[in-house]
């Protein structure tokens, strides 16, 4: 739907962010950038950079100690409680810990990210073949996700995060627990849904995932975001 | 991209997540439904007895009346102004001036075969009287008091008598009824209150983890909420149901048996009417709302 063009309008934008965690752990310092609507960029950085606590940052689970953090033009401070609520539903967030329901089942675990945005129930179904079918994991709809592989259930993670085609979609490791293969089906969901409108950023070490394929990448070293361009 | 949902769908989704919730939680659900039933029960049924009893009392206040002792025949001329001033005091139906003559008349008509023995009497053996029939229904026993005193302060009265010690006895009884419903009452409205807000905790705490999730999806105070406040009013409304209808069966039960013994000749027992029921339902279903509102007011932050 969005063709990213230089004019289409930013999604998230960082101005000097800080984040000092206590006593004195700079998790990020002075982090300036800007991702454009419909974009997939990747965050690089060795373990201990900060890349998590920027994906937290943006995902307004924690607040920057300086700066600013806009998405979609507007600060999470400013926000009530209800509109707090509505974005959240329309940034999908793949937690480094997936943070699924481990008792319930594959689709029960999705379609919560559905429900609680009033999707109508038979989108509801067709969106989760739809996604199981792309992570491979059809036919496992009624396991419940204690009884998965960590590869299976970070699929289950990356499918809840993309759900409701949100407008952000923010993923930690996306590909930690995947071959080389599997990963391969990731970076196509994201694309797909980056060309549908999506902006997609992920925080991986894993250099495969965007090497070769021409994709912006932001390197952090320390907290301190050092090259932001394409690599190959 | 996200507009309002439409209500259909909100409804869908709210309705399918408060299934949920309940087809987990039952056991704990149905304890707190089973509470609220029982402090119903026992409420309702001080309150079914306090109207009985007050029912049987307006029955037997309207075949009371007040007699009126006198050391002397009233002179005819002075009747009609005693009976002015009986009427001035409230709505009696009928003012009779007996004399010693036809209460011995009358003794002797119930006495019937056995008059005999009044032979040996003197014809003014009995004292004469006023008989005072208050309008049936018309005087609570607290105005038939006062309306005793002020008959004792007629001239030649020598005693008012209308049944006292036993109207006092069944006044005190039913005193005691009414602070017996009004404390089951405020026992019932604390029990239901903390029955809801425990079981609400219980739930809470159980989901925990799933409610954790659901704020990092961005669920919102209706979604979270509503099937909580649905939990509240279920347990309110059908356990108050259920309450009241084991105190029919235990009613239906009780007077089959006593009118077997033929005890209810002096009154038919009655159930607690419609509206009142009405009333019970929708007073324990409110409570146990506002209770389960209070308690996720108070430990869900979402
Ligand atoms: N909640 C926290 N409390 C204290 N320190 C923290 C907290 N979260 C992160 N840090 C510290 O902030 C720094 C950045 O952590 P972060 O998790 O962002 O790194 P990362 O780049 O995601 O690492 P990894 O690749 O291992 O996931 C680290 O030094 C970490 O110890
Ligand atoms: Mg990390």
Known sequence: MVKQTQTTPPMVECFKVGKVYPPDVVALRDVSLSVRQGELVFITGSSGAGKSTLIRLIGRQ????????????????????AQQQRLRRDIGVVYQDFRLLPRLSVSRNIAMAMEVDYRPWRETSRRISELLEKMELTGKERRPVETLSRGEQQRVAIARAAANAPSLLLADEPTGNLDEQTGLLILNLFRELAAAGTTVITATHDSKLYRDHGHRVLHLQQGILQTDGEQR | MKGKPRLTTFLVAILQQTGR???????????????????????????????????????????????????????????????????????????RFISREQAMARFARRLGDEQDILRDLAPDFLPPSIEVVPRPGLLGLNQLSQLADFLSTLPHVSRVQYGQEWLQHFNSFNRLLRIVVLVSAALLTLNMIFTVSRTIQLTLAARREELEILRLLGADRAFVGTPFLAEGLLQGGLGSMLGLGSLYLIFQWTTNQLAGAGILGLFTPVFLPTWLLGLIIGASALLCLFSSLAAINKSLQV
Request: no cysteine.
């Open chain 2, 21 to 95: 919730n309940l087809a987990r939680s039952w056991p704990t659900q149905s304890m707190s439904l089973l509470t609220v039933a029982l402090s119903v029960l026992i409420f309702a049924f001080f309150l079914l007895i306090h109207l009985n009893m007050l029912a049987a009392g307006a029955k037997l206040g309207d075949e009371l009346r007040l007699t009126i002792y006198l050391d002397e025949d009233i002179n005819p001329a002075m009747q009609p102004r005693i009976r002015e001033q009986i009427h001035q005091f409230g709505d009696i139906a009928e003012v």
């Open chain 1, 62 to 81: 924690e607040k920057p100690d300086t700066g600013m953090v806009l998405v979609n033009g507007r600060e999470g401070a400013r926000l009530n409680q």
